[in-house]
């Protein structure tokens, strides 16, 4: 069981075919996202955040474009 502090072993990905550039990823949690160029969420490498964190963000990406894989 993780304990608090510990960094999440998970792979977060973004459906660039979904994503319509809300930014509601990025005002959640701007450590983790960035818009790039194009108007699209990337993530930012080596980045971390709470299995909470990552709830909030899934939950509230209108296009249904974040993916989150692996154990909490």
């Known amino acids: 069981m993780p304990m608090a502090g510990d960094p999440l072993n998970v792979e977060v990905t973004i459906d660039r075919d979904r994503c319509i550039g809300s930014q509601n990823c990025v005002h ?16 930012i490498p080596q980045s971390e955040a709470s299995a909470a964190q990552l709830e909030v963000v ?10 989150v894989k692996g154990q909490p």
């Open 28 to 43: 959640h949690l701007p450590s983790m996202f960035q818009i790039d160029d194009e108007g699209l969420a990337v993530t």
């Open 58 to 67: 899934v939950r509230d990406c209108p296009a249904e474009a974040i993916q």
